[in-house]
Nanobody, 124 residues
């Protein structure tokens, strides 16, 4: 089992920045791929960014490319999401997730463990 706890969400004005963190505990050696997803009210959960443990390969949704940066500190078992140039459409609950597979997947069903989420609200 892997436990994930997100932090860093909050209220920010449009154009501002936030950094989310996700601390992993438990069997962290199985965290081959980690990712961020988000879910806005009335919408499905959508992929935001992912990073593979081996090699650190990163990949992003088109909607956040160039604005968000995903990173991980394997020594601390912590995942980060640096978000800049935030806009109203970024408002959502953000979840971190872990996949045991080493593939670069953007599908929620490929992820095995999930955090509880942290709210990000962008005001106009």
């Amino acid at each position: 089992q892997v436990q994930l706890v997100e932090s860093g969400g909050g209220l920010v004005q449009a154009g501002g920045s936030l950094r989310l963190s996700c601390a992993a505990s438990g069997r962290t050696f199985i965290t081959a791929t980690m990712g961020w997803f988000r879910q806005a009210p009335g919408k499905e959960r959508e992929f935001v960014a992912g990073i593979r443990r081996i090699g650190g390969t990163t990949y992003y949704a088109d909607s956040v490319k160039g604005r968000f940066t995903i990173s991980r500190d394997n020594a601390k078992d912590t995942l980060y999401l640096q978000m800049t140039s935030l806009n109203f459409e970024d408002t959502a609950v953000y979840f971190c997730a872990v996949a045991r597979t080493g593939r670069s997947s953007s599908r929620p069903e490929d992820y095995d463990y999930w955090g509880q989420g942290t709210q990000v609200t962008v005001s106009s």
